[in-house]
């Protein structure tokens, strides 16, 4: 029964492709005629990546995979809309970003962060970072955590526009081009975006350099 299935959505998909082998544009052009086979495949394509995307915006892991979801959904309900006008990955990032904007703003974060202000909690509430202990006999991997949380509390102080830039260029690793495209920015604004957000974070994690 599952043969059978499986060889509806290859010929669904045109001639002898196979689900897997179909590109993300064509996997939309199925997912329109109501193809679930197809929408599960990009589902397993992008859902850790998108997660992770999230997760590192907003710092909370439950909320990162209801916002997954959500993201989701919309692609899915919009598939009639959809126009291969750029790429997928593009399309998806932008509506994933979009959610997680609204979300910062929901929980009141959007504070512009001078260079020389304290962290602050989810209160919006001042907390300092303790530089790590020098102490020669701390255990590595307590200080390699410490920097770990330090560079994750830095990341969540910024300005929402920095936060995305430097989480899609330093974390997900995307480039310029793709970036501008998701944030509806020009090149040269991105740059810009991402270069403050460096230099706001070596101040910020200077203890730890």
Not at 44 to 66: Q, W
Not at 153 to 173: C, F, N, Q, T
Request: no cysteine; proline share 3%; hydrophobic share 35%.
């Amino acid at each position: 029964m599952a043969a059978v299935t499986h060889q509806a959505q290859v010929i669904e998909l045109g001639g002898n492709r196979s689900v897997e082998a179909a590109n993300d544009h064509e996997l939309l052009a199925a997912i329109r005629d109501g193809d679930e086979a197809a929408f599960q495949e990009i589902v397993r394509r992008y859902r850790n990546p998108i997660t992770n995307f999230v997760y590192r915006m907003i710092d909370d892991y439950d909320r990162a995979v209801e916002l997954t979801q959500e993201t989701f959904i919309r692609v899915y309900t919009s598939a009639s809309r959809y126009q291969a006008n750029y790429s997928f990955s593009t399309y998806i990032y932008r509506i994933a970003t979009n959610l997680a904007i609204s979300e910062l703003r929901k929980r009141k974060r959007r504070k512009v962060v001078s260079l020389f202000s304290p962290f602050t909690d989810d209160n919006g509430e001042p907390v300092e970072l303790d530089p790590p202990d020098s102490n020669p006999l701390q255990d590595e991997a307590l200080i390699e955590n410490e920097r770990r949380q330090a560079v994750t509390r830095a990341i969540m102080s910024l300005p929402e526009k920095y936060r995305v830039a430097i989480v899609l260029r330093d974390v997900e690793g995307h480039s310029y081009d793709r970036i501008a495209e998701v944030l509806e920015l020009s090149e040269g604004t991105v740059k810009s975006r991402i270069n403050r957000a460096r230099n706001l974070l070596k101040e910020k994690l200077s203890a730890y350099i």
